[in-house]
């Protein structure tokens, strides 16, 4: 009896270190997006937290559906009027555009789109001292894959749209997207 008892201590000992091995090693190689840093030099990290940031503006485009969201430095002077009253954002001023594939529901008694898989997350910094080329904002572009669960930085975020693109919206502190009124 005493060596049944030995053993089973044995086994259960063995098997809690094998689980804690699992576990540890699970850690230790999930993938940290907030370690991602795209060609620009621009950190995933900088934008810690944005999935609670406030939400400034939605967009559409190609079945691809769209919702901006601030940092707490750039969304109150986007409430109170930035850009469209001809002032720039303040340093420091972040801003993600969250991208996912629509689908119509299956549920709406009406036709509506709704977000089905989550694509991409196109971000901006305003750094003038790092980005002083691109009227002091920094682009990069975090794919995401959901098969796979994880993030890779855009290798093309440096020649796709960006600073190119944006522009167009110079006198608007490279912003496309007003605050919109709730």
């Not at 971000?123 to 980005?131: I, L, P």
């Amino acid at each position: 009896m005493e060596r049944e008892s030995k053993l089973t201590i044995a086994i259960a000992a063995a098997v809690l270190a094998v689980l804690s091995a699992t576990v540890i090693y699970a850690q230790e190689h999930a993938q940290d997006k907030y370690s991602l840093k795209s060609p620009s030099g621009i950190a995933f990290s900088d934008f810690r937290g944005y999935e609670d940031w406030v939400a400034a503006s939605s967009a559409r485009v190609d079945g691809t559906l769209k919702v901006i969201v601030a940092n707490p430095t750039m969304i109150t002077p986007y409430k109170a009027g930035v850009p469209e009253d001809g002032k720039p954002f303040p340093e420091g001023s972040m801003i993600v555009k969250l991208q996912w594939k629509s689908k119509k529901s299956t549920e709406a008694p009406f036709a509506v789109e709704v977000p089905d898989v989550f694509s991409q997350a196109f971000v901006m910094e305003k750094d003038s001292k790092r980005f002083p080329k691109s009227g002091g904002w920094g682009y990069a572009v975090f794919n995401y894959d959901a098969a796979s669960d994880k993030f890779a930085a855009d290798p093309k975020s440096l020649s796709d749209c960006g600073n190119a693109c944006h522009t167009a919206v110079k006198a608007k502190d490279y912003i496309f997207h007003p605050y919109q009124k709730r």
